[in-house]
């Protein structure tokens, strides 16, 4: 968690040191990153960095909770307890294309999400809050998988971390498709015939198999 003066600090300020942390972060991963070159960028003195965070893990988790909070603010929660079997998949394509849509303006925010993904077994394992984040991002994904089992709409023949991990390899590959195309791509495109695309493949990855 970042220290009190980082919270006190003016929103331009707080959000020019986090747009200059996610776009590290995106373009180095979390082990090859440099705080020095995101105070750099961010035009933040290595003294007065101290601070407001207490590490280069400090900045990340930062980081991923201010994006993702920002995320929850203009979009909202997922309504889970009152999903239904027919408004499962309608309700989960609207938020993905709102969520996508949001943050394809922005592609570091969404580059940063999957860096968390990119972890080595040996950074989590010997940071505690690196730790809590990668699971606090996966029991969200969880949850909701779970909600549609609930529904009946959602396999069950796997696994939960089986599950779990094969639908995270399917949303990291579409999203390096997509962020490898991103110039090429409009915002009807996007609308009309790739996200739609992708929430097909999704459903046909985790709806039950009928005979």
């Not at 090859?32 to 960095?49: D, H, M, W, Y």
């Not at 739609?196 to 990855?205: A, T």
Request: with cysteine; hydrophobic share 45%.
């Amino acid at each position: 968690m970042p220290r009190p003066r980082f919270n006190k600090l003016s929103p331009e300020k707080r959000e020019r040191i986090m747009e200059a942390a996610a776009k590290e972060f995106s373009a180095c991963g979390f082990e090859q990153a440099s705080l020095n070159r995101i105070l750099t960028e961010a035009g933040v003195s290595k003294g007065a960095a101290y601070y407001y965070f207490d590490d280069k893990a400090d900045v990340f988790s930062t980081a991923i909770q201010y994006y993702s909070q920002d995320i929850r603010t203009k979009l909202g929660d997922i309504p889970l307890k009152s999903l239904t079997a027919k408004t499962f998949w309608p309700t989960m394509a609207k938020l993905y294309q709102e969520q996508f849509m949001f943050v394809f303006d922005r592609p570091w925010a969404m580059s940063l999400f999957k860096a968390v993904g990119k972890l080595s077994l040996d950074t989590v394992s010997t940071n505690q809050m690196l730790a809590e984040i990668m699971e606090q991002m996966q029991s969200q994904l969880l949850v909701v998988l779970r909600r549609g089992q609930e529904l009946g709409i959602i396999r069950q023949d796997l696994p939960d971390d089986l599950m779990l991990s094969l639908f995270l390899a399917i949303d990291d590959a579409h999203d390096r498709w997509l962020l490898l195309h991103r110039e090429e791509l409009t915002p009807e495109m996007l609308k009309d015939t790739v996200l739609p695309r992708f929430i097909d493949l999704f459903r046909r990855f985790l709806e039950p198999r009928t005979e």
